[in-house]
Structures are given as C-alpha cells and as structure tokens.
C-alpha cells in the first residue's frame, strides 16, 4: 500500500519555544501559526510512504537519495512514536521531496513532520481524525502540529500527551493576508530550533523566559480577535512584538542564540521605515536569519520592490495563506 502526503510550512505569530516535556514535546507555552502557502514559488513537501511488510528495517529516500545517517534516525524515531499510538507494525519506505531549503528557519520541519503524520494517517485509515494527526506530528517537531490544519491555528499547550495538539481558528479562506518572505540564508542553522530552545528553557533568566511564558495567553486572544475583524494593524503590532521578546529570549540565552545577520537587521529597518510611509507591513523572524512580513494584497508589490532594493537578498517568496496536510494521488516513489 502506498499513501501520499503534501504539506506546508506554517509562521508562528505566537511563538513555539521551549518545552515542559522535550520527548513528548509539550510546549512550555501555546502558539498561534498562518500555514503559508508559495505563489511564485512552491512551499510544499511530499512524502510517499510505502509498505514493505518483509524488510527488517525502514527505508528513508531524500530527494532521490536513500538517507541512512541522522535524517533517517529522525524519520525512524518519529515512525516509531507513531507507531506506538496506533498499534501500526510494518516496516516503510519513506520518500519525501521538498521544494525549498529545510533547517534553515523557514519551518520546513513543520511541513516534513506532518506531511509524513498525514501519509501515515491514511495508511491506518485515520484521516479524518485531526486530533490524532496533529499530535502524532508534534511527536516529529512541535510546529508540525499545527502544520496539519490550514488557515490561523492555535496550538493549545496542553499537559499531557493527549491534551496538547493544534485546532484550526479560521481556515485558508478567512483572511486574504499575504507573507513575503525575504531569503537571506539557505543554509542549515547552526543550532537546531529543537536543541536552541532546550537552552533558552535551561539557560535564559528566569525573569525573561517566564515572562514570556507568561504573555502567550493574552497574545494568542489579542491576535485571535485581530485575525477575526481582519485587522492587519492590530495583528501586526503583536506579531513584532511577539518577535522582539523571542529575540530576547534568544539573546539571553547562554550561550546567546543569535540567529539574525546584519542583513536581518537591514530588512526590519526597512520595513519599518515602509510602515512610517503608510503601508501596512509588519515584520519578523523564525530561528533564523530570513524575514516574514505579512502585508495586505495591494501591498505585496510595494513590499517585494523595497526587499530588491537591499543589497545581498537570495531569493523573495511570496506566499497567501496555505491548506493543512493533505492526501494526494500523486505517488513520488
Ligand atoms: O517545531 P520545531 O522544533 O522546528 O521548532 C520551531 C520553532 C519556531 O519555528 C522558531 C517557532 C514556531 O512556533 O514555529
């Protein structure tokens, strides 16, 4: 039997950072996400997985290339995580493409972790039970939970196994609200997000890391609301503001998190000064040095021309809000 699965990278507004539970990954605090969706370029990542009943052990093909070192061993751990919640026992290939750079803060684990939940999820016939999706992809990266609905999602933290995993607030069709994401990495970061946040959790003043924690509630209902009188002004001042208190958090962590580049720098400043001028257009980061800004329609052009103009920019995507996982016919194996 074979099952297909295509999902998107999602942009938390709310941030994902540091967990009470590092196995289970239940988050220290909830977040709030857009799941992006690629206009002049896919963000998509298919995964393919395939039974193969006799063979002793999974099979993991990258983009065309059987991976037997550290992406296998993530791939094998989520599997068998997923396997413990439904009693699943054969053995799979695994064949995933993607169309843009993962692990270099542009939430590719997001899409990767729950393409391969909802693959897994019409293997055992459980598509439609989101519940379970959801909390089997946070088993393979947090963010991923909420990668499996569309539109605005809300992580509730939860405290338990069962209790943490993602519900949609308003779907892909809500809010006509675009991202432009300036590329100024493709690398791979230096610190993974799920071993940064480990420090932050461990090494950030207390004082800092428990404010954080402290705000997510009151920021989740604020944004909610914005979200749903589509108000662009009130959500974007919380979402800067959400991304300077991860910043600190990052910067306070020893040894400092620093994942931005002067060009990071250079992008806020500019956006800023676009925003004196009138146009609606707010900023922020991943854990990484690329730049989210979320504008309206009529400003994407306004906001894709002033990105051109700085020097050293890699690549410009821009992106609407995007589906949750889903089934598809298409077989990649
Ligand atoms: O899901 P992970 O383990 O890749 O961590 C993601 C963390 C951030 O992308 C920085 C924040 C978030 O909420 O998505």
Redesign the pocket.
Known sequence: MIKTALSHPNK?LV???GNENDTLRIPSRP?L?VTLEGINHPLDYIVSLRTIGSSERDKVIIDGTEDKGQIYNQFVYHLNAMREYTGFKEKLEVTTRKSFPVGSGL?G??ASASALAEAFAGLIGKTADTRLKSIMARRG????SRSVFGGFVIWQKGNSDESSYAKQLFDENHWDLHNVIAMVSSSTKKIR??EG?KLSKKNCPEKIYSEFVRVANDHIEQISTAALERDIAKLGVLYEKENYLFRQVCLRTTPPLDYWTKLTDNILEKITELRNDGIPAYAGT??GPNVHVFTAPKHVQRVIKMIQEIEGILDIIHCRVGKGSHLIEEHII
């Open positions: 938390a941030i994902y950072w977040s996400s939430a684990s997001a990266s947090g963010s991923a997000s799920i946040m991943d854990a």
